[in-house]
């Protein structure tokens, strides 16, 4: 939204400082000091570019196509690129989230109604089973000990998973290496390592792509792009190719490790002088087959996890069953 009203307001003929003070009256207040930080800066003969890179949080990505757009007399087309770039990052994002709403929500309750389940109706029936002296199946000697298990730590194992939970998340935000090695770990998961390495060379590419369009030179839009990449392993992989680019390696030679296609597509938009568009129409091609794996993913998924459901709750419901089932047949004889 702060990069629509900003077009509309430079394109209607207000400098960039009175177009950000003109957008003030509709922020928060946290988000109003920051813009007047930015148009201090701004009014003091600073860069647009380089004003929001300090008091905003922007991607590099957007902040380059800013300053390209400044350079170029033409801020108003690359913000309105920019407010582009992130709405379809936005957009490729969501849909991603939207696919594995329904897996995640099947999988919250099937862990709820267990828990439920041993911690609710198991805790009533053991005291009778018990009292019977009879040799119970494995499958409710099983169930009971887990039953019990929980009933007796199952608030202090809570606890400590939280604080281990907790623990975690803490040096993952704070330390690269943990990051880097959580996330090569990731990777190496299947399905879901390819589909976050996929999405993360999706996005690079239509940053990548966006500024090369807008008129970044190709070697500094690659670096800009390399730094919006928060995948570690990948943004490792790719910034190796910063260094051969500047020396005036050609784009298609770093290709050697993404799909086939990848270096066709980037040869030809350098024959043809139309790199932007053919990155792209990579970044495009990307899109559509994460969307296709994603609906694969989601179609295995989804009765895989009403089997595991129906087996964990029918195991529950089978320990409770089958002593009393041995009873009858007991007391029938």
Known sequence: ML?????????????????????????????????????VLIESGQNISTSLLREVDLPLSVIGLISCGETSASLSQALKASKDLLESQDELIKKILSSMAYPA????????????????????????????????????????AISRALLDHGLIGSIAVVLLAMAIMFAYRKSMR????????????????RLINDLSLTLFFRAFGTMVEAGILADVAYEKACSTVSFLPLKCLLEQNISPLKNGEKFHTIAGRMPAYVESLITAGEA?????????????????????????????????MM?????????????IMMPIYDISKNLQH
């Open 272 to 304: 043809s002088g139309n790199l932007g568009g053919s990155l792209r129409r990579i970044d495009s091609i990307l899109g559509k087959e994460l969307e296709h794996a994603l609906k694969k993913i989601t179609a295995m998924v989804e009765p895989a």
């Open 178 to 193: 943990v990051r880097y090695v959580a996330q090569k770990v990731l990777l190496h998961i299947p399905i879901a390592g």
């Open 307 to 319: 089997i595991g459901m129906g087996s964990m709750v029918g195991s529950i419901a089978l320990s």
């Open 105 to 144: 929500v099947i999988g919250l309750a099937t862990v709820a109604l267990t828990i439920g389940l041993v911690q609710g109706i198991m805790p009533q029936i053991i005291p009778l089973l018990s009292s019977l002296h009879a040799d119970l199946p494995v499958l409710t000697v099983v169930v009971i």
């Open 3 to 39: 990069l629509e009203q900003l077009e509309m307001y430079v394109s209607a003929g207000l400098q960039p400082g009175q177009a950000l003070r003109a957008m003030m009256r509709r922020l928060s207040k946290k988000q109003a000091v920051s813009i007047e930080r930015a148009i």
